[in-house]
């Protein structure tokens, strides 16, 4: 079985869909503008202030003078813009390969996406640097007391397979749901899946699957 433990309900027919549609188109509309109004803040404040340096980690660098490293995590946007809304393909097509050429120095989390950033590029290797990333304070182990309260909360037997993240086709949600199901009833009773995160945009195929069996 699925247990589905996610921010918002799954379903609400077509007034729903459009108004989802609806609520897509605006926000995509306020992130287009942020990410201008932030760009022009963060130009005005690094004369003003003049900063030394300047780190960027949101992939595309603001277009400032002072020197500026860039964290790159992946390509998934210009390998796979299909995976991705319109705004943010629009961004990084205005906005990443011009903020790479703006770079002092490039940092990647792994060696993969270091050679797909120098191959996709053609940035010289030494400006590309793959460097391992730290796990946030909140991702550590925790009492036992507070595992049991979850497992009652959510039914949950002491061993399941976990999903984390956005239900969006980049996620590959589908497959994982469908590999899921080709697995044998026992195994999945006693391992159940729980996919755990928001309803992301294209979503749609991934409620609808889980109206039919075996979920």
């Known amino acids: 079985p699925l247990r589905l433990a996610s921010r918002f309900a799954a379903g609400g027919g077509s ?8 609520l897509r188109q605006r926000l995509a ?7 201008r109004l932030v760009d022009h803040y963060v130009a005005a404040a690094s004369k003003i202030l003049r900063w030394p340096l300047f780190h960027e980690t949101d992939h595309c660098a603001a277009r400032i003078d002072a020197p500026t490293i860039t964290t790159v995590h992946d390509l998934s946007v210009t390998l796979h813009p299909e995976w991705h809304p319109a705004h943010r393909v629009k961004k990084y ?12 120095h ?4 792994s060696e993969a996406v270091r050679e797909e950033v120098i191959a996709t590029f053609g940035i010289a290797p030494e400006r590309v640097t793959a460097t391992s990333l730290a796990p946030r304070w909140r991702f550590r182990p925790v009492e ?7 497992r009652q909360r959510f039914n949950l037997p002491e061993r399941f397979a976990l999903f984390v ?3 969006e086709p980049r996620k590959n949600v589908s ?6 199901a080709m697995m044998p009833p026992e195994i999945r009773s006693r391992h159940p899946l729980v996919v755990v995160g928001g309803w992301g945009w294209r979503s749609d195929d991934v409620q609808e699957k889980l109206t039919r069996p075996p979920w």
């Open 15 to 22: 007034s729903s869909s459009a108004r989802k549609s609806w």
């Open 29 to 35: 509309s306020a992130k287009s503008l942020g990410f």
């Open 93 to 104: 097509e205005e906005n990443f390969e011009r903020g790479l050429k703006q770079s002092s």
């Open 106 to 109: 490039i940092l990647t989390p």
């Open 144 to 150: 036992e007391r507070r595992c049991d309260e979850v």
């Open 165 to 167: 993240g956005n239900i």
């Open 175 to 180: 497959t994982l749901l469908d590999a899921y």
